[in-house]
Structures are given as structure tokens and as C-alpha cells.
């Protein structure tokens, strides 16, 4: 049996409003980072390491956003094309949207899982980059949960092993069972966990990738 758990920490109104503003301020950043890697094909695989995408499930949802948000932008133009004041904001805000959208799929794309000699990075798009050694990691195996929408990020079994399911879509495949709990940075805050829960377009490439370099 599983508990789900809520595990985010209590914050005053000024420390929320603030871990928000920073939290905002990174993921802008981040996002352009990952327009300039994908425009010039750099991808964040560490050298002597294989990529692992995860993208697809969530693919055609985000490319179907990224074309509303631009055929969005045209609408917008037409419409209030005389209107000066409502137009250049409404111009500005959808061109933010569309360049957010654009950014969020980059970083998915230019920040794959790896699994290399020095061991398992996990990711998820730019808000998640967890780098795991092979000393660190107990086991791996496949296997395919599908999470409810509403349950947390971080559960706590029965026995007291905190798992991170860093799912795309409502769905993770592949698991990572740590030596011990192991304190690690995610986008709510820091946790400590014993499981990391994740989804690979290609498991059986992932779990050959694995048995590669651990024997």
C-alpha cells in the first residue's frame, strides 16, 4: 500500500510570494536556454552518454498548443488592430505565450534522460535535473504505473520510502530503487527519497543503456 502525501513545507505570505518570483524568474530563463539549444542543436547529454527522450506521449498536445498560441497571435492582431492600447499588450502577452509554449517542448527535447559511465541523469524538461552515480542506484527495473492527476509529486509507502514520479502524461515505466534516501532538488522544494518513478519513450533501450555499464 501506498500513502499519498502532501510534503510541501509551510511558507509565510512574503517567503511564498518570493520562492514564486524566483521559481518564475528561472523557469523564464531556462526556457530561452533550451530555444538556443535546440536552434543550434545542443542538447544536455554528458559526454560518453546516451539521450533518452520522453516527450512522446505529450507531444502532439504541446505542438497543438504552440499552433493555437500562433494562430492566436494573428487573431489578436486583426481584431484589435485598432485599438493601440488593447493591442500591443494583448501583442506582447501572446507572444510571451507562444515563446513560453515553445520553450517548455525545447527543454524536453534538449534535456533528455542520459545513462553513461558515470551514471543515470534524470529529467524533466528544464525544471527537474537530478544527477544519480551508479554507487548511488540499487536497482533498475521497468515498471508502468499510471498515476492519478491528483496525486502528489513525492508518496510515502508503508514502510517509509519516499518515491518522486516524474510522470509525462499520467504514466511512469521506468524505476530507479536508491541505495539510500537520497536528498535531491525538485521544483516544490528539496526532498529525500528512496524511489525515483520515470517514463522513457524507449524503456527496453533505457534498461539496455543500464545493463551496459553496470554488467
Known amino acids: 500500500m501506498t500513502v499519498t502525501v502532501n510534503r510541501s513545507r509551510k511558507r509565510t505570505w512574503w517567503q511564498l510570494l518570493g520562492y514564486l518570483a524566483r521559481r518564475a524568474t528561472m523557469a523564464e530563463v531556462r526556457s ?79 534535456r533528455p534522460h542520459a ?35 491528483k496525486e502528489p509529486t513525492v508518496t510515502v509507502d508503508d514502510h517509509g520510502d519516499a518515491t518522486v514520479h516524474l510522470r509525462i502524461g499520467s504514466e511512469t515505466n521506468i524505476e530507479l530503487k536508491l541505495e539510500r534516501p537520497t536528498p535531491m532538488r525538485l521544483p516544490h522544494g528539496s526532498e529525500t527519497v528512496s524511489k525515483v518513478a520515470l517514463y522513457v519513450d524507449d524503456p527496453k533501450a533505457f534498461m539496455d543503456a543500464v545493463r551496459h555499464h553496470i554488467g
Open 32 to 110: 530561452y536556454q533550451s530555444i538556443y539549444r535546440f536552434t543550434f542543436r545542443r542538447p544536455r547529454v554528458p559526454a560518453g552518454a546516451v539521450g533518452f527522450s520522453y516527450h512522446q506521449p505529450i507531444f502532439a498536445i504541446l505542438v497543438v498548443f504552440i499552433a493555437v498560441s500562433a494562430v492566436e497571435l494573428v487573431v489578436v492582431d486583426l481584431i484589435a488592430r485598432r485599438w493601440d492600447h488593447v493591442r500591443i499588450p494583448l501583442l506582447i502577452l501572446s507572444i510571451w505565450g507562444l515563446v513560453w509554449m515553445f520553450g517548455l517542448l525545447c527543454g524536453m527535447l534538449t
Open 115 to 149: 545513462v553513461g559511465p558515470g551514471g543515470i541523469r534524470v529529467r524533466y524538461g528544464a525544471a527537474v535535473d537530478i544527477p544519480l552515480g551508479w554507487d548511488d542506484i540499487y536497482a533498475v527495473s521497468k515498471r508502468k504505473r499510471t498515476i492519478q492527476e
